[in-house]
């Protein structure tokens, strides 16, 4: 039967820890950041010990299952690790934008830059990172990013919004929403909604919308994880053309809660992205969990009057998040289920083309060199372009600048742009 009781954690947080917010959805938890000293987090083999014999269940019971979990209350730490072939991007991401302002609107000297939410987003891209996470309700969450003996920290209590760098020794205050009635499923301004990313709630909930008539679900098995008795759902794309192998979600038996993610691609090798709790607790944390007081020297940004200066500054043609999103939004896909291809039409020059890299001499020689290393020259009845690839993603940039992104094949890229002409 399954194990209902929670496992028992450290929590480890009091005093100068930093927050982040987000809401509870109705496939998992809310999730916010909370920061700890490596040294204090003994990781566990996720899938410690023998596979627990638990009652059967269908694939659509246990879909089901995750969709009515409604826990709201949990703390525990979280392995992320990331490979999806893409190359070190050192310091990118960080930029006023962090804060509800136009994106890397650069107001903020570089020490607040460093505590922007999106310099830290950037970083979760690629390697292993170590989260500590903890939530009660869409009012409290709190998440910690712990690397390299430092760490960062997002914490939301009510209205209050902070982001912590302790490397630079900065902190960030925001003012969440003010009107919650209006505003009770969004995420606080100058917090990005793509960190609840991170957890293997948010992206369970994120595959399991994406199942459908091209997807097979199944029951493949139990597993132990973070000590709870879990069963594993096995997700796998039924087209052809689609670079993703298998998404395997471990879900807690007692509470449907999913408790790790692991997407493996079609090429094969490790996994491209393993999300997953290493110890979790389902118990209502400390308050003192979600209080942050800045440490003593450290330097304090006011988020909102760097983000009004920001507006000023840039005036009525500084991009807001919200016209930001209307125009992702509004781009054409093309295909459907695992083989959507988003589409961004150029209308000028794009890359630069196979005539202008013969006539290009000097710097115009190392960029052709450059290009070559990164992308495969490619034509088709749409022209000619490059196609840039990682393991899970690619992407068609023709020569007139028209975009091809999704993933899938280079073959299915082609034939796209092909079919699009």
Same mark, same amino acid.
């Given at each position: 039967?399954?194990?209902?009781?929670?496992?028992?954690?450290?929590?480890?947080?009091?005093?100068?820890?930093?927050?982040?917010?987000?809401?509870?959805?109705?496939?998992?938890?809310?999730?916010?950041?909370?920061?700890?000293?490596?040294?204090?987090?003994?990781?566990?083999?996720?899938?410690?010990?023998?596979?627990?014999?638990?009652?059967?269940?269908?694939?659509?019971?246990?879909?089901?299952?995750?969709? +009515?979990?409604?826990?709201?209350?949990?703390?525990?730490?979280?392995?992320?690790?990331?490979?999806?072939? #893409?190359?070190?991007?050192?310091?990118?991401?960080?930029?006023?934008?962090?804060?509800?302002?136009?994106?890397?609107?650069?107001?903020?000297?570089?020490?607040?830059?460093?505590?922007?939410?999106?310099?830290?987003?950037?970083?979760?891209?690629?390697?292993?990172?170590?989260?500590?996470?903890?939530?009660?309700?869409?009012?409290?969450?709190?998440?910690?990013?712990?690397?390299?003996?430092?760490?960062?920290?997002?914490?939301?209590?009510?209205?209050?919004?902070?982001?912590?760098?302790?490397?630079?020794?900065?902190?960030?205050?925001?003012?969440?929403?003010?009107?919650?009635?209006?505003?009770?499923?969004?995420?606080?301004?100058?917090?990005?909604?793509?960190?609840?990313?991170?957890?293997?709630?948010?992206?369970?909930?994120?595959?399991?919308?994406?199942?459908?008539?091209?997807?097979?679900?199944?029951?493949?098995?139990?597993?132990?994880?973070?000590?709870?008795?879990?069963?594993?759902?096995?997700? +796998?794309?039924?087209?052809?053309?689609?670079?993703?192998?298998?998404?395997?979600?471990?879900?807690?038996?007692?509470?449907?809660?999913?408790?790790?993610?692991? #997407?493996?691609?079609?090429?094969?090798?490790?996994?491209?992205?393993?999300?997953?709790?290493?110890?979790?607790?389902?118990?209502?944390?400390?308050?003192?969990?979600?209080?942050?007081?800045?440490?003593?020297?450290?330097?304090?940004?006011?988020?909102?009057?760097?983000?009004?200066?920001?507006?000023?500054?840039?005036?009525?043609?500084?991009?807001?998040?919200?016209?930001?999103?209307?125009?992702?939004?509004?781009?054409?896909?093309?295909?459907?289920?695992?083989?959507?291809?988003?589409?961004?039409?150029?209308?000028?020059?794009?890359?630069?083309?196979?005539?202008?890299?013969? +006539?290009?001499?000097?710097?115009?020689?190392?960029?052709?060199?450059? #290009?070559?290393?990164?992308?495969?020259?490619?034509?088709?009845?749409?022209?000619?372009?490059?196609?840039?690839?990682?393991?899970?993603?690619?992407?068609?940039?023709?020569?007139?600048?028209?975009?091809?992104?999704?993933?899938?094949?280079?073959?299915?890229?082609?034939?796209?742009?092909?079919?699009?002409?």
């Amino acid at each position: 039967m399954p194990r209902n009781e929670p496992t028992e954690v450290t929590d480890g947080w009091g005093g100068e820890r930093s927050p982040k917010r987000r809401k509870a959805v109705r496939y998992g938890v809310p999730v916010a950041v909370a920061g700890v000293s490596a040294a204090m987090i003994g990781l566990v083999p996720a899938f410690a010990g023998s596979a627990p014999d638990l009652p059967k269940i269908s694939a659509q019971d246990l879909i089901a299952k995750v969709a +009515k979990s409604d826990v709201q209350q949990l703390s525990g730490t979280v392995r992320v690790t990331t490979d999806l072939g #893409l190359p070190s991007l050192p310091g990118a991401g960080g930029g006023a934008g962090g804060f509800g302002g136009a994106p890397d609107d650069g107001a903020q000297g570089g020490d607040a830059a460093s505590a922007a939410p999106q310099k830290k987003l950037m970083e979760l891209a690629s390697g292993a990172h170590t989260l500590r996470v903890a939530a009660d309700g869409p009012e409290k969450q709190r998440v910690s990013v712990v690397d390299k003996a430092a760490e960062y920290s997002l914490v939301h209590n009510g209205k209050d919004v902070w982001a912590y760098d302790s490397g630079s020794n900065t902190a960030v205050h925001s003012s969440a929403p003010g009107d919650r009635s209006a505003k009770q499923h969004r995420a606080p301004e100058g917090l990005p909604k793509d960190l609840k990313t991170a957890t293997p709630q948010d992206l369970a909930k994120q595959a399991l919308e994406a199942a459908g008539d091209t997807t097979s679900v199944t029951v493949d098995g139990t597993a132990k994880v973070a000590g709870r008795d879990a069963y594993q759902l096995l997700i +796998k794309p039924k087209q052809a053309g689609s670079t993703v192998g298998s998404i395997r979600v471990a879900v807690d038996a007692a509470n449907g809660v999913p408790l790790k993610f692991t #997407l493996t691609p079609k090429s094969g090798g490790a996994a491209a992205v393993d999300v997953g709790f290493t110890n979790v607790d389902f118990a209502k944390p400390a308050a003192s969990t979600f209080s942050f007081t800045p440490p003593k020297g450290a330097k304090v940004v006011n988020g909102d009057k760097e983000r009004a200066t920001a507006q000023r500054e840039h005036g009525k043609d500084a991009p807001s998040r919200e016209h930001l999103a209307k125009e992702v939004d509004g781009m054409d896909v093309i295909g459907k289920g695992w083989t959507s291809i988003a589409t961004i039409k150029g209308d000028g020059p794009g890359l630069p083309s196979g005539k202008d890299m013969e +006539k290009a001499k000097g710097a115009g020689g190392d960029v052709g060199k450059f #290009l070559d290393s990164i992308g495969d020259k490619v034509n088709g009845k749409f022209g000619s372009g490059r196609v840039f690839s990682t393991r899970l993603v690619n992407a068609l940039i023709t020569d007139n600048g028209t975009v091809y992104v999704g993933a899938v094949d280079k073959q299915t890229l082609i034939n796209a742009a092909n079919a699009a002409k």
